[in-house]
């Protein structure tokens, strides 16, 4: 990273867990955000934080966290520092929204969000293994979202609706792909505004060949 990109990099804590006893760093080509956290929480909605952080872990990352904890006397240890991970490049937004979902901070959680938001909260539910924790702020914000199902560009759809097991937007989008879907060298995808468009590529192999499926009874 050159000393101009530093530069410009804006620096943010959010506190979403004010007395929490680790930090989650989250670094983009624009920010590099800290989010304040509670391990427990943590651990408490999502099966992929519990197995990296949880008492019964041997990841490293717990080893790293009860290390920390041994050697602090507080939440703060002698150098006011806290025990830290980092994310992938996910939206800092987004990431934010989930955390606050899983941390009970209700006054934080957005009651709309934008499609490109839900889809950035989908994908970071689908890595981290969570999305029941979102219960019922899925439903509130996929509501308001749905007519934009059957309109071009929003193909992800597809893979929001498998996320957050909305079988009815599910079962109507993969019935619609497989009577555009055609065939090119071996490679699936669907006719979109006449033109050929590979399903997203954040879906699962097992969507796809849902999709492909009926694709192929439909053709038979």
């Given at each position: 990273m050159s000393e101009g990109t530093q530069a410009e990099l804006k620096f943010v804590h959010l506190d979403i867990?004010?007395?929490?006893d680790m930090?989650?760093?989250?670094?983009?080509?624009?920010?590099e955000v800290t989010y304040r956290v509670s391990s427990h929480?943590?651990?408490?909605?999502s099966p992929v934080f519990r197995a990296m952080l949880g008492p019964q872990s041997s990841f490293s990352e717990a080893n790293g966290l009860r290390q920390h904890q041994r050697l602090s006397t507080t939440t703060l240890d002698?150098?006011?520092?806290?025990?830290?991970?980092?994310?992938?490049?996910y939206d800092p937004t987004a990431l934010a929204t989930v955390l606050y979902v899983l941390h009970g901070r209700?006054?934080?959680?957005p009651e709309s969000v934008t499609f490109k938001n839900l889809l950035e909260i989908a994908i970071i539910c689908d890595y981290y293994?969570?999305?029941a924790t979102m219960r019922p702020w899925d439903e509130t914000w996929m509501s308001p979202l749905r007519s934009l199902t059957s309109?071009?560009?929003?193909?992800?759809?597809?893979?929001i609706a498998w996320v957050f097991r909305d079988q009815n937007t599910f079962g109507e989008m993969t019935a619609r792909f497989s009577k555009s879907g055609v065939m090119v060298e071996g490679e699936f995808g669907i006719i979109v505004g006449g033109n050929m468009k590979r399903l997203?590529?954040?879906?699962?192999?097992?969507?796809?060949?849902?999709?492909m499926s009926k694709f192929t009874r439909d053709i038979c």
């Amino acid at each position: 990273m050159s000393e101009g990109t530093q530069a410009e990099l804006k620096f943010v804590h959010l506190d979403i867990c004010p007395y929490g006893d680790m930090e989650i760093g989250l670094t983009t080509s624009t920010a590099e955000v800290t989010y304040r956290v509670s391990s427990h929480q943590l651990c408490s909605g999502s099966p992929v934080f519990r197995a990296m952080l949880g008492p019964q872990s041997s990841f490293s990352e717990a080893n790293g966290l009860r290390q920390h904890q041994r050697l602090s006397t507080t939440t703060l240890d002698s150098k006011g520092s806290f025990f830290r991970i980092t994310a992938e490049e996910y939206d800092p937004t987004a990431l934010a929204t989930v955390l606050y979902v899983l941390h009970g901070r209700a006054q934080h959680i957005p009651e709309s969000v934008t499609f490109k938001n839900l889809l950035e909260i989908a994908i970071i539910c689908d890595y981290y293994d969570c999305a029941a924790t979102m219960r019922p702020w899925d439903e509130t914000w996929m509501s308001p979202l749905r007519s934009l199902t059957s309109k071009p560009g929003y193909e992800s759809w597809l893979f929001i609706a498998w996320v957050f097991r909305d079988q009815n937007t599910f079962g109507e989008m993969t019935a619609r792909f497989s009577k555009s879907g055609v065939m090119v060298e071996g490679e699936f995808g669907i006719i979109v505004g006449g033109n050929m468009k590979r399903l997203d590529c954040h879906l699962p192999q097992g969507i796809i060949s849902t999709v492909m499926s009926k694709f192929t009874r439909d053709i038979c």
